[in-house]
């Protein structure tokens, strides 16, 4: 069965970078796009952006595209998002998640807090 | 940009009524409306896709319709293990997701 398994929470400082991972599992890495989803506290889902495992090719949500930027490791079936330059405003839970007549599948979600 | 509203904010129903939760695309999308649950503290779960394409292992009392602009998810005879908040999203201008805003469900 499909599963994605994202890496632990994060706690970071301001100006900082985080990196966080998803691990595929049960299905062909290369086949689906991953994508990424951002869930600020009590908040609603924002779509970040994504990729495909196979040609590396990225597209992102015009609001976030300097934020976050988004590889995956053919050989380890993983996922990576790197979020820079980290404010207040990126506190979250960040989600991947595949596509497949909706986002069928999600990971379990890492929880990024931004403190001083 | 697609704008996605979803109303009420919150529904708050009895035990084994039917409700439904409304979701308005700012522009027509056709059928590329999908709709999602999430409990708290868990990942999102896809319920219903395109509209009303049923998903494997979702139980049969929720259901999808609609069209163009007007969209409306349906869970008959609620149980408690349906509060949750549920979340519309749009793929129509793939590859530019959106989704609503949400609409929390309340058991009395």
């Known amino acids: 069965q499909v599963q994605l398994q994202q890496s632990g929470a994060e706690v970071a400082i301001p100006g900082a970078s985080v990196r966080m991972s998803c691990k595929a599992s049960?299905?062909?890495?290369?086949?689906?796009?991953m994508h990424w989803i951002k869930q600020r506290p009590g908040q609603g889902l924002e779509w970040i952006g994504h990729i495909n495992p196979s040609t590396d090719y990225t597209e992102y949500n015009e609001k976030l595209k300097d934020k976050a930027t988004l590889t995956a490791d053919k050989s380890s079936s993983t996922a990576y998002m790197q979020l820079s330059s980290l404010t207040s405003e990126d506190s979250a839970v960040y989600y991947c998640?595949?596509?497949?007549?909706?986002?069928?599948?999600w990971g379990q979600g890492t929880l990024v807090t931004v403190s001083a | 940009d697609i704008l996605l509203t979803q109303s009420p904010a919150i529904l708050s129903v009895s035990p084994g009524e039917r409700v439904s939760f409304s979701c308005r695309a700012s522009q027509s999308i056709g059928t590329s409306i999908h709709w999602y649950q999430q409990r708290t503290n868990g990942s999102p779960r896809l319920l219903i896709k395109?509209?009303?394409e049923s998903i494997s292992g979702i139980p049969s009392r929720f259901s999808g319709s609609g069209s163009g602009t007007d969209f409306t998810l349906s869970i008959n005879s609620v149980e408690s293990e349906d509060v949750a908040d549920y979340y519309c999203q749009q793929s129509d201008s793939w590859p530019i997701f959106t989704f609503g805003s949400g609409t929390k469900l309340e058991i009395k």
């Open positions: 998640a595949n596509w497949d007549g909706g986002f069928a599948y």
């Open positions: 049960g299905y062909t890495f290369t086949n689906y796009w």
């Open positions: 395109y509209a009303s």
